[in-house]
């Protein structure tokens, strides 16, 4: 399959400068964890109506990472899991998923909260977030990380 | 920038040849619609586990966008929006995100359900889904979409 060429549409600055510097892991550990985003001045007309989200989705490039393994440790467990049943960052393409809240836009400058992602990190894309919309409205069963989530005291 | 390159780990196989074949926009429209993912066989020990998941995230490319607007008028609206307040796939960067039913996985097949992705759309990554785990347990904002999912009957 042919290769899919990238091109970063902004980058995100938070406090965390590496992994071993205190960056959360995932986002309900950065509860209240500050950063912007700046996005390319020539792409800014495509901001337009996003300030009436309290919640975007940002996709970025674990840019950090070089290569993959197919089984990982993950946060909150101690057992190898296959990587795309983990949101760890060393898998085969290496794209990150976040949701974030978004608390203000000036010019090209996004401010967001709860943010788990290491500075200087290429985005890719945002979207819009919407709970319901692109997510299921069933039962919901979360394999490994249900038991994780109970040990950690986020479990129903 | 310097231009990021990742390779498809596996192409998504649905009923939907075209854009104008019926092809749903959004996954609420999908109820039901069936499909399969082909994970490349080197990377198939990386979905160990992932059958405990009743939902999972998929990744993709917009292969059939080659441009993109910075303004667009989005599914379920009729006002020009900036392209980062949908989800429209002419977006500076073809990435597609959806939430779809996984209800088996045989070797390096996948069956999903609730799908509204173009057949042979290129794959770039999985996660798995979470409801409350990535995203906000906070009172959420929906923008522009508010009135528009009101309208079309899913608005609260």
Known sequence: MTNISFTPIGMV????????DGAPIQPSR?????????I??????????????SHIT????????????????????TVRRGVFATRAP??????GLSVV???KIEGNVLYIENVDILDGTPLLD???FVPG??????DVRKGWLEKALEKDGRGK
Chains 1, 2 share one sequence.
């Open 13 to 20: 600055h938070t406090p965390f400068k590496t992994r071993d």
């Open 30 to 38: 950065a509860k209240g964890a500050k950063g912007t985003v700046t």
């Open 40 to 53: 390319r001045e020539d792409l800014v007309d495509g901001l337009a109506d996003l300030d009436g989200f």
């Open 58 to 77: 940002l996709i970025f490039h674990f840019h950090l990472s070089q290569d993959y393994e197919l089984k990982v440790i993950p946060y909150l467990d």
């Open 90 to 95: 060393r898998r085969p393409n290496q794209i």
């Open 101 to 103: 809240r978004l608390t």
């Open 126 to 128: 945002i979207k819009p």
């Open 133 to 138: 919309f692109v997510e299921p409205d069933e």
